[in-house]
């Protein structure tokens, strides 16, 4: 019978992928900043309800907010280490890049251009979106293809300025854009009247029907998207043990809830589950923290300090937050949705 014999080198490459694959990650240089400093710097929106918005009093909120929490819960052991960086559609990518900030969760669409030559990486997509249009509710307007020759309030330096473009040409609708730099002159020109209807992703419109409209029910949000808009934070090219926290923080929420894991249990959960997959995630059973260079309990961290992804989604935007947008492709994709993380193991 013939005998199998791995040549050395074969048993030499085993060994070392063996090794490898329990091998601690050591701290890149992102990471021992923000432990030097004590704290996270993240860069949001302005003010846009729901995902990032702060209160009279300077405490901020919203969907992009938790992300962040949650990451300075896992790296720093307490959600509330975080600096909090304002920030317009023009100044996000430069403040990122000049490393004025660590993480950038801002309701920014993943791109290839973005992906691929301004020197980040998108960390996952924390919210499904596309772009609509919102409209006088007594007007004529009732679809998307009846804003031919319409005035189209837009901000610049964002997908959605392109994507309005783009939707005129290939429908021959001539539309006019009147461009913005700020958020706050777009929507202000709108309600002012001086365009027939505002563009800009779907959530961003409940967001801005919600808090600036005087009226809310005087404004109707078309049915049509028109593009694509997965959202979602990124952080700096050139430090993957950064990049990995940032990635793995996110879909640990995700596996919370997948698993039933939430704020209320998370803590009786850590010492008595059934659960394999809870036992890991939560490091029970096993200590998956320190291929990330963190300790057993970053995941039951990120939880306790923000729930899991469900309660983040329901708490900030979902149909019984002021946003009221149904959950929809942000289910989970056992639910009959797209969201889906990578297993914990």
Same mark, same amino acid.
């Given at each position: 019978?013939?005998?199998?014999?791995?040549?050395?080198?074969?048993?030499?490459?085993?060994?070392?992928?063996?090794a490898?694959?329990?091998?601690?990650?050591?701290?890149?240089?992102?990471?021992?900043?923000?432990?030097?400093?004590?704290?996270? +710097?993240c860069?949001?929106?302005?003010?846009?309800?729901?995902?990032?918005?702060?209160?009279?009093?300077?405490?901020?909120?919203?969907?992009?907010?938790?992300?962040?929490?949650? +990451?300075?819960?896992?790296l720093?052991?307490?959600?509330?280490? +975080?600096?909090?960086?304002?920030?317009?559609?023009?100044?996000? #990518?430069?403040?990122?890049?000049?490393?004025?900030?660590? &993480?950038?969760?801002?309701?920014?669409?993943?791109?290839? $251009?973005?992906?691929?030559?301004l020197?980040?990486?998108?960390?996952?997509?924390?919210?499904y979106?596309?772009?609509?249009?919102?409209?006088?509710?007594?007007?004529?307007?009732?679809?998307?293809?009846q804003?031919?020759?319409?005035?189209?309030c837009?901000?610049s330096?964002?997908?959605t300025?392109?994507?309005?473009?783009d939707?005129?040409?290939?429908?021959?609708?001539?539309?006019?854009p009147?461009?913005?730099?700020?958020?706050?002159?777009? $929507?202000?020109?709108? #309600?002012?009247?001086?365009?027939?209807?505002?563009?800009?992703?779907?959530?961003?419109?409940?967001?801005?029907?919600?808090?600036?409209?005087?009226?809310?029910?005087?404004?109707l &949000?078309?049915?049509?998207?028109?593009?694509?808009?997965?959202?979602?934070?990124?952080?700096r090219?050139?430090?993957?043990?950064?990049?990995?926290?940032?990635?793995?923080?996110?879909?640990?929420?995700l596996?919370?809830?997948? =698993?039933?894991?939430?704020?209320?249990?998370?803590?009786?959960?850590?010492?008595?589950t059934?659960?394999?997959? +809870?036992?890991?995630?939560?490091?029970? $059973?096993?200590? $998956?923290?320190?291929?990330?260079?963190?300790?057993?309990?970053?995941?039951?961290?990120?939880?306790?300090?923000?729930?899991?992804?469900?309660?983040?989604?329901?708490?900030?935007?979902?149909?019984?937050?002021?946003?009221?947008?149904?959950?929809?492709?942000?289910?989970?994709?056992?639910?009959?949705g797209?969201? =889906?993380?990578?297993?914990?193991?």
């Amino acid at each position: 019978m013939f005998e199998f014999k791995p040549s050395r080198l074969a048993c030499l490459a085993l060994l070392a992928a063996g090794a490898l694959s329990a091998t601690p990650a050591l701290a890149g240089k992102t990471i021992d900043a923000i432990k030097a400093r004590g704290q996270l +710097v993240c860069g949001v929106n302005t003010g846009l309800a729901g995902f990032s918005s702060a209160d009279s009093q300077g405490n901020w909120s919203g969907l992009d907010v938790d992300y962040c929490k949650a +990451v300075a819960a896992s790296l720093l052991g307490d959600a509330g280490k +975080v600096k909090w960086v304002p920030l317009n559609a023009q100044q996000r #990518f430069t403040a990122l890049q000049s490393g004025e900030i660590d &993480i950038l969760s801002r309701n920014t669409t993943w791109t290839l $251009t973005r992906d691929a030559s301004l020197g980040m990486h998108f960390v996952g997509a924390t919210y499904y979106d596309g772009q609509g249009f919102m409209v006088p509710s007594k007007g004529k307007i009732k679809n998307a293809k009846q804003l031919k020759g319409a005035t189209v309030c837009v901000q610049s330096g964002t997908t959605t300025e392109k994507n309005l473009t783009d939707f005129s040409r290939a429908n021959g609708l001539a539309i006019k854009p009147v461009v913005f730099e700020k958020l706050e002159a777009a $929507t202000g020109a709108y #309600f002012a009247g001086r365009c027939q209807a505002y563009t800009t992703d779907a959530s961003g419109l409940a967001s801005t029907r919600n808090k600036e409209a005087k009226t809310p029910a005087d404004h109707l &949000i078309l049915p049509e998207l028109i593009s694509k808009e997965p959202l979602g934070p990124s952080v700096r090219r050139g430090d993957d043990e950064f990049f990995a926290i940032a990635k793995w923080v996110y879909f640990a929420l995700l596996e919370a809830e997948e =698993y039933g894991i939430n704020q209320a249990n998370v803590d009786q959960l850590k010492t008595k589950t059934d659960d394999p997959a +809870v036992g890991r995630i939560l490091g029970g $059973t096993e200590d $998956t923290g320190k291929l990330l260079g963190l300790d057993k309990e970053w995941a039951a961290r990120a939880i306790k300090a923000v729930g899991n992804y469900g309660e983040i989604f329901e708490r900030n935007v979902g149909p019984k937050s002021a946003l009221g947008l149904p959950r929809g492709v942000n289910n989970l994709w056992n639910h009959g949705g797209i969201q =889906y993380a990578p297993p914990i193991r």
